[in-house]
């Protein structure tokens, strides 16, 4: 029925004409990322209207980066970005398996099968597939040798720019990652990413790169007087400005006698002098703002030998106080309406000191609790250094999730050809027309050892069917169960056993792949009416002579 007898005022597309275009958008969108896929994948130059450039193959900075107009092909975009929060890695995979469920979708459709009995058969084969990863495919980490977190992390940077370098770069994540481990009050181990701070320094090259013991921030001490380390460090820390006080603006004062206005100006002195021996006071022998503090309180804490730090950011402020078991401050303002400052809010450090790194100086807060680390990458330009960044980030959500859960199974393509094969006998036990989603499942799983193939310039057929062999004999002949953990040999050509080889992925990042890209896929097949509205004209008569 057309817009116009329903008397809407813009498009009205439905039925099969509204599902082609969406399938049309998403595989565009899958277009885009699926080159990068893999540890032999290429990466996107990106460049924005200002002229700023991105190069990457990590999926999830690829589509926030495009600007992308189509309603449907946006929900892929916060896919990935879901699937980045929740997992930090496997942002590419979860958006080509998207797309390829929606396409295989469509083709049923086109048979004459209700969209209803396709999601509901995706709904089944989803859980079906996320209960055979927990119960067969799944490896305890207690089973596997002391060197399978290592490898965890080698198979997160395989596909990055520092994948050459991925023995030095994984022994720098591992380390980092043990030095915040926490347990939380239920006695569960949790390992905070947020406490490693990642930052970035031109020059040298990437193996030059360093752990530190502490939480470093890319600042100096505010005067060249003060002290450049302090043991036993005391830490205040503040979110407001430390100045001279001023008057707000638009406020007036009348004054009629100069020595009035001598002793005003007398006042604004003391008032920041007041507050600056309230801190002082407390004990807090290192200060650290996201404000600035002026030259007049410069002088005051370069006379009591303290250190005082401006412009910290202000996200750095908060983990600190976190590590150090302080409170950032917004004010000192108590609730009887007086200034004061509680000593439970200061921060305790083994020791705060200035050192120089490069060329640059940081601020490094020690502790012995261990609970922060920082990693210091050194590369040749900005865009390898903002690369490196993403791919240590994403190495250190893996690892994270892996410790966690404590549950890995094998990369290379091994889960996906295992569940394809284990639902295709599965479709075959159905009676109903639930039978044909669940194979279309099934198939559209093995587009990721098929694409690992292609972008490594391999026979994509060839490879598969031996793969899909493999994992045929490993479900139906008990002698060779050992054969459930085969996976792609993409330099070499073959099929091996990615367990023994020590390409492992942690079990959640491949359930949550297969949960998001289900859901996602079941979102778009369930549109089957768009209809746009026209934007409404402003009315001349209200807006003439404003300037609009």
């Known amino acids: 029925m057309s817009g116009k007898v329903l008397m809407i005022d813009g498009d009205r597309i439905s039925g099969n004409e509204v599902r082609a275009q969406n399938v049309l958008a998403v595989t565009a969108i899958a277009n885009i990322v699926k080159t990068s896929f893999g540890p032999i994948g290429l990466d996107k130059m990106l460049i924005d209207n200002i002229g700023s450039i991105v190069v990457t193959n990590d999926g999830a900075t690829i589509l926030q980066k495009i600007d992308i107009e189509h309603p449907a092909a946006k929900i892929l975009v916060q896919l990935s970005e879901l699937q980045d929060q929740e997992v930090g890695d496997g942002t590419t995979t979860v958006v080509i398996l998207a797309a390829e469920l929606l396409k295989r979708a469509n083709e049923l459709v086109a048979r004459k099968v209700h969209p209803t009995v396709i999601i509901s058969g995706f709904r089944l084969a989803c859980t079906e597939a996320i209960k055979y990863i927990n119960e067969t495919l799944a490896v305890k980490v207690e089973t596997l040798p002391k060197d399978f977190i290592v490898n965890i992390a080698k198979t997160s940077m395989s596909s990055k720019t520092i994948n050459d370098d991925s023995d030095f770069f994984s022994k720098i994540v591992i380390e980092a990652i043990t030095r915040v481990k926490t347990i939380d009050y239920k006695g ?113 804490f370069v006379e009591a030998g303290c250190m005082a730090v401006r412009r910290c950011k202000k996200e750095d402020l908060k983990r600190i106080a976190k590590a150090c078991g302080g409170t950032v401050l917004i004010t000192l303002a108590n609730l009887e309406g007086e200034e004061s400052f509680d000593t439970t809010a200061l921060g305790i450090a083994d020791e705060v000191v200035q050192d120089r790194l490069a060329d640059d100086e940081l601020i490094i807060v020690k502790n012995s609790n261990k609970k922060s680390a920082s990693i210091i990458l050194r590369g040749a330009n900005e865009l390898m250094l903002d690369e490196m960044e993403r791919s240590i980030h994403d190495s250190l959500c893996i690892v994270k999730r892996t410790l966690e ?55 994509a057929s060839d490879l598969v069917s031996k793969l899909k062999a493999y994992h045929h004999a490993a479900q139906t002949d008990p002698s060779k169960k050992s054969y459930a953990h085969s996976g792609l040999d993409l330099f070499n050509n073959k099929v091996r056993n990615n367990l023994e080889a020590g390409v492992l992925e942690p079990a959640i990042a491949k359930i949550k792949c297969i949960k998001f890209a289900t859901e996602s896929a079941i979102t778009i097949l369930r549109i089957d009416d768009k209809i746009t509205l026209n934007p409404r004209e402003q009315q001349g008569g209200d807006h003439e002579g404003h300037g609009h």
């Open 188 to 300: 569960d181990v949790k390992y905070p990413i947020n406490a490693i701070n990642i930052l970035k320094a031109h020059g040298k090259s990437a193996k030059e790169s360093t752990l530190v013991e502490g939480y470093a921030l890319n600042c100096t001490v505010a005067s060249e007087g003060m002290p450049k380390r302090i043991q036993g460090a005391k830490i205040a820390f503040l979110d407001f400005n430390l100045a001279k006080t001023k008057m707000k603006l638009g406020q007036k004062v009348v004054v009629t006698n100069v020595n009035d206005l001598e002793a005003i100006r007398d006042r604004e002195n003391d008032i920041v002098k007041e507050r600056i021996s309230l801190i002082i006071k407390s004990g807090a022998n290192v200060i650290l703002t996201t404000k600035g503090i002026d030259d007049l309180c410069l002088k005051y």
């Open 405 to 459: 859960s404590g549950t890995v199974v094998p990369g290379g393509g091994a889960v996906e050809s295992a569940l394809s094969i284990y639902l295709d006998n599965i479709a075959a036990t159905m009676g109903s027309r639930k039978q044909l989603a669940i194979s279309e499942f099934a198939e559209s799983l093995l587009v990721v050892p098929k694409q690992l193939a292609v972008n490594a310039a391999l026979d």
